[in-house]
């Protein structure tokens, strides 16, 4: 069992930052690939970025790469998502999602892959 618990969220205006963090608890945090991913209403959940078991490799959607960056510290069990030159359309709900393959070396970029899910964090960016 994995509990992800995010903070790190709020309102900020277009242009400014966050940074999210995911803390880990339960199996062996590093080993296993971390993403995040969002949802605002009315549409899917969608991903965002993902790192590898050891943060070697990293991957983001293209509406995001440039301002996000995802990081691990793996002897704190956390992940991080920061968020730079936010835009309203980055407004919705985040959430972290640990894929327990161990070791995989691929980033899965779809929720299904995922085995545990955080309760999320809300995001919003004010025009």
């Known amino acids: 069992q994995v509990q992800l618990v995010e903070s790190g969220g709020g309102l900020v205006q277009a242009g400014g930052s966050l940074r999210l963090s995911c803390a880990a608890s339960?199996?062996?945090?590093?080993?296993?690939?971390m993403g995040w991913f969002r949802q605002a209403p009315g549409k899917e959940r969608e991903f965002v970025a993902g790192i590898s078991w050891n943060g070697e490799r990293t991957y983001y959607t293209d509406s995001v790469k440039g301002r996000f960056t995802i990081s691990r510290d793996n002897a704190k069990n956390t992940a991080y998502l920061q968020m730079n030159s936010l835009k309203p359309e980055d407004t919705a709900r985040y959430y972290c999602?640990?894929?327990?393959?161990?070791?995989?070396?691929?980033?899965?970029?779809?929720?299904?892959?995922?085995?545990?899910w955080g309760q999320g964090t809300q995001v919003t960016v004010s025009s």
């Open positions: 339960g199996r062996t945090f590093s080993n296993y690939v």
């Open positions: 999602a640990a894929d327990t393959r161990y070791r995989s070396v691929a980033i899965a970029t779809i929720p299904l892959r995922y085995e545990y």
